[in-house]
């Protein structure tokens, strides 16, 4: 996207609210008008004043004029701020839904604190080009193209100093932006760079910590901050260049006006009231100028912020919802994949022809050494993610036909990291179904064995535990994430290593809990600890994003396959038989 695309479709973001648009423009044409006519006057005054002249009338003139000024400099100083803050706020909100659907891929690749500063930088930047545009450059470039037909028509050859004047101002500025484009984007780049470093620390500050890492990360900082300034200089001194050019070209306008203007009055081909208002002209011309090369530097320093700002918005959502997607209703719970596969891009990781059924109020475990494709296959249920073939049906509607709301709005979820807000435990447990009572709360809370310690908290449920839970052990955020899970009281269930943070006492339980949770529930349950799959009515073994083995727990340990191997490295027995070791043939060599 270039520059202006890029400058032309933040101004059309005004559109938005046209009638004020329209009402500031107005406001902005008569603020571009008004000086000019002013220049004018005070030549004629100081003409009718050299002549001895009646000069009242053209004062008299000149302050109606003035009047006009006044007023709708009040307008445009009003009503541009109020709308670039309006339209700024609706530009944070439009990027915060984008970043939000976004997939995690995509969060993942940027990082979070990249995506932040994107959000606020770009926001920044289209606050104040709406409001410099609003209140200074329009005014300045109405003023421009009304100055100068004006001047030619007065006088042509005090007008053709203005015209050199104008051709220099552009000429620099294009020469300086030439120089400065590719610099610029690079210093953008650079500034994500340090807002995702600052993200990346600041989210591991307790691994920094712990790992004594003070030193090596402010060190690091600062190399990334020393490049910052190594492409920033340059730009920097190119900018600087145009000021001293510019200025120069303004100081020689004016010997150059009042020279050609002393001539042209010994021939008697101008007035003295004629060269004042050139003067006037030369005056308001730089000053325009000015605001517009001024504005042209940051459109030059804003469009890459802006660029990957527009880029945010325009990033498509991993998963898109059909035009016609109608809802999940009544659902029993009855999930099946049909040959299913997804590979991640430029890769050949993903999964591979999955098949399997999870009947109504069934439970199925997915389990597999890291990297198997366990959660990138619940993800896909979920979808977060779309299958390249195949489809995945719920009570037999396939879930790319559904709405992507009523589709979630039936499956509950207990991640391995728990995923709480910097807010009350309340507010955390109520993530699964806002509109409950103290009391739903509460007795979810009691299911997932959270309530006691809760009580103990100051202020109990309105404690506030800080980001990421930060003020809750493992155990405590595991069983608020449970709470909401229980609350949300969805007819499917997926467990992600649910039980993973909680210690031997604990999880026993929230065993118990999740087992009240489960019944009447499709459950699907993502596990290392194989103990916490051992009662399920089927379980998957995964390897390579494939389905390699699938049975109950006591066929696939007697298979002696993966499952029955990662038994017995783990020093599990089958259930009902806790005296007698399992037996797995050892793997051949090779």
Same mark, same amino acid.
């Given at each position: 996207m270039s520059i202006w695309a890029v400058y032309k479709r933040a101004l059309s973001m005004l559109v938005a609210e046209r009638g004020q648009a329209v009402g500031v423009v107005l406001a902005g044409i008569a603020l571009g008008i008004v000086p000019i006519a002013e220049g004018v006057l005070?030549?004629?005054?100081?003409?009718?004043?050299?002549?001895? @002249?009646?000069?009242?009338?053209?004062?008299?003139?000149?302050?109606?004029?003035?009047?006009?000024?006044?007023? #709708?400099?009040?307008?445009? %100083?009003?009503? *541009?701020?109020?709308?670039?803050?309006?339209?700024?706020?609706?530009?944070?909100?439009? #990027?915060?839904?984008?970043?939000?659907? !976004?997939?995690?891929?995509?969060?993942?690749?940027?990082?979070?604190? %990249?995506?932040?500063?994107?959000?606020?930088?770009? $926001?920044?930047?289209?606050?104040?080009?709406?409001?410099?545009? !609003?209140?200074? @450059?329009?005014?300045?470039?109405?003023?421009? =193209?009304?100055?100068?037909? $004006?001047?030619?028509?007065?006088?042509?050859?005090?007008?053709?100093?203005? +015209?050199?004047? #104008?051709?220099?101002?552009?000429?620099?500025?294009? !020469?300086?932006?030439?120089? &400065?484009?590719?610099?610029?984007? *690079?210093?953008?780049?650079?500034?994500?760079?340090?807002?995702?470093?600052?993200?990346?620390?600041?989210?591991?500050? &307790?691994?920094?910590?712990?790992?004594?890492?003070?030193?090596?990360?402010?060190?690091?900082?600062?190399?990334?901050?020393?490049?910052?300034?190594?492409? @920033?200089?340059?730009?920097? &001194?190119?900018?600087?260049?145009? /000021?001293?050019? &510019?200025?120069?070209?303004? /100081?020689?306008?004016?010997?150059?006006?009042?020279?050609?203007?002393?001539? =042209?009055?010994?021939?008697?081909?101008?007035?003295?009231?004629?060269?004042?208002?050139?003067? /006037?002209? +030369? /005056? =308001?011309?730089?000053?325009?100028?000015? !605001?517009?090369?001024?504005? *042209?530097?940051?459109?030059?320093?804003?469009?890459?912020?802006?660029?990957?700002?527009?880029?945010?918005?325009? +990033?498509?959502?991993?998963?898109?919802?059909?035009?016609? +997607?109608?809802?999940?209703?009544?659902? *029993?719970?009855?999930?099946?994949?049909?040959?299913?596969?997804?590979?991640?891009r430029n890769s050949d990781q993903g999964v591979f022809n999955i098949s399997f059924e999870a009947g109504a109020g069934k439970t199925v475990a997915l389990v597999g050494p890291t990297g198997a494709g366990k959660t990138t296959t619940l993800a896909l249920l979920q979808r977060l993610r779309s299958p390249d073939s195949g489809r995945i049906t719920v009570d037999g509607h396939d879930i790319s036909d559904v709405t992507l709301n009523s589709l979630r709005h039936n499956i509950a979820v207990v991640f391995q990291d728990a995923g709480l807000f910097n807010r009350s435990i309340a507010e955390n447990i109520r993530v699964g179904r806002p509109d409950a009572t103290d009391a739903e709360v509460e007795e979810a809370a009691r299911l997932a064995e959270a309530h006691d310690f809760i009580a103990k908290k100051p202020d109990t449920y309105q404690f506030v535990i800080g980001e990421r839970g930060a003020s809750l052990s493992g155990g405590e955020r595991q069983r608020i994430a449970i709470a909401r899970a229980i609350l949300k009281n969805a007819p499917i269930l997926i467990l992600d290593e649910a039980t993973s943070a909680l210690d031997v006492e604990t999880e026993a339980r929230i065993k118990r809990a999740l087992d009240r949770l489960r019944s009447g529930r499709t459950t699907l349950i993502i596990a290392h600890r194989l103990s916490t799959v051992a009662n399920a009515d089927t379980i998957l073994v995964l390897d390579g994003g494939r389905i390699i083995e699938r049975g109950t727990y006591r066929e696939l340990v007697r298979q002696s396959g993966l499952f029955a191997r990662l038994v017995a490295e783990g020093g599990f027995t089958v259930p009902g038989e806790e005296a007698q070791e399992v037996e797995v043939a050892a793997p051949v060599p090779g």
């Amino acid at each position: 996207m270039s520059i202006w695309a890029v400058y032309k479709r933040a101004l059309s973001m005004l559109v938005a609210e046209r009638g004020q648009a329209v009402g500031v423009v107005l406001a902005g044409i008569a603020l571009g008008i008004v000086p000019i006519a002013e220049g004018v006057l005070l030549g004629r005054v100081v003409n009718a004043l050299a002549l001895g @002249q009646g000069a009242f009338p053209i004062i008299g003139l000149w302050a109606v004029v003035g009047l006009v000024g006044i007023l #709708a400099g009040v307008v445009v %100083a009003v009503m *541009a701020d109020r709308l670039a803050h309006r339209r700024r706020l609706a530009a944070l909100g439009q #990027a915060f839904e984008r970043a939000i659907i !976004l997939p995690i891929s995509y969060h993942a690749e940027k990082g979070s604190g %990249a995506v932040v500063r994107t959000i606020l930088a770009g $926001t920044d930047a289209l606050f104040w080009n709406w409001l410099s545009f !609003l209140r200074e @450059q329009f005014v300045a470039l109405v003023g421009i =193209l009304v100055l100068v037909p $004006t001047a030619i028509y007065m006088n042509p050859k005090l007008a053709t100093i203005l +015209a050199v004047l #104008a051709v220099i101002y552009v000429l620099a500025n294009v !020469l300086v932006a030439q120089r &400065t484009s590719t610099g610029q984007a *690079a210093v953008e780049q650079y500034h994500n760079n340090v807002y995702g470093r600052v993200g990346d620390v600041l989210g591991n500050v &307790t691994v920094v910590q712990s790992y004594a890492r003070f030193n090596s990360e402010v060190q690091a900082m600062r190399s990334i901050m020393a490049e910052l300034l190594t492409a @920033q200089y340059p730009v920097l &001194t190119w900018w600087g260049l145009l /000021t001293v050019l &510019t200025r120069t070209a303004a /100081t020689i306008a004016f010997v150059a006006i009042y020279a050609v203007g002393a001539l =042209l009055v010994e021939r008697g081909q101008t007035s003295v009231g004629e060269i004042v208002t050139f003067v /006037t002209f +030369a /005056t =308001l011309m730089i000053g325009k100028l000015d !605001l517009l090369s001024g504005f *042209a530097v940051r459109i030059f320093q804003y469009a890459p912020t802006l660029r990957n700002f527009f880029d945010l918005l325009d +990033a498509t959502e991993g998963v898109r919802e059909k035009p016609d +997607a109608k809802p999940l209703e009544a659902v *029993a719970g009855n999930v099946r994949y049909d040959d299913v596969t997804f590979r991640f891009r430029n890769s050949d990781q993903g999964v591979f022809n999955i098949s399997f059924e999870a009947g109504a109020g069934k439970t199925v475990a997915l389990v597999g050494p890291t990297g198997a494709g366990k959660t990138t296959t619940l993800a896909l249920l979920q979808r977060l993610r779309s299958p390249d073939s195949g489809r995945i049906t719920v009570d037999g509607h396939d879930i790319s036909d559904v709405t992507l709301n009523s589709l979630r709005h039936n499956i509950a979820v207990v991640f391995q990291d728990a995923g709480l807000f910097n807010r009350s435990i309340a507010e955390n447990i109520r993530v699964g179904r806002p509109d409950a009572t103290d009391a739903e709360v509460e007795e979810a809370a009691r299911l997932a064995e959270a309530h006691d310690f809760i009580a103990k908290k100051p202020d109990t449920y309105q404690f506030v535990i800080g980001e990421r839970g930060a003020s809750l052990s493992g155990g405590e955020r595991q069983r608020i994430a449970i709470a909401r899970a229980i609350l949300k009281n969805a007819p499917i269930l997926i467990l992600d290593e649910a039980t993973s943070a909680l210690d031997v006492e604990t999880e026993a339980r929230i065993k118990r809990a999740l087992d009240r949770l489960r019944s009447g529930r499709t459950t699907l349950i993502i596990a290392h600890r194989l103990s916490t799959v051992a009662n399920a009515d089927t379980i998957l073994v995964l390897d390579g994003g494939r389905i390699i083995e699938r049975g109950t727990y006591r066929e696939l340990v007697r298979q002696s396959g993966l499952f029955a191997r990662l038994v017995a490295e783990g020093g599990f027995t089958v259930p009902g038989e806790e005296a007698q070791e399992v037996e797995v043939a050892a793997p051949v060599p090779g």
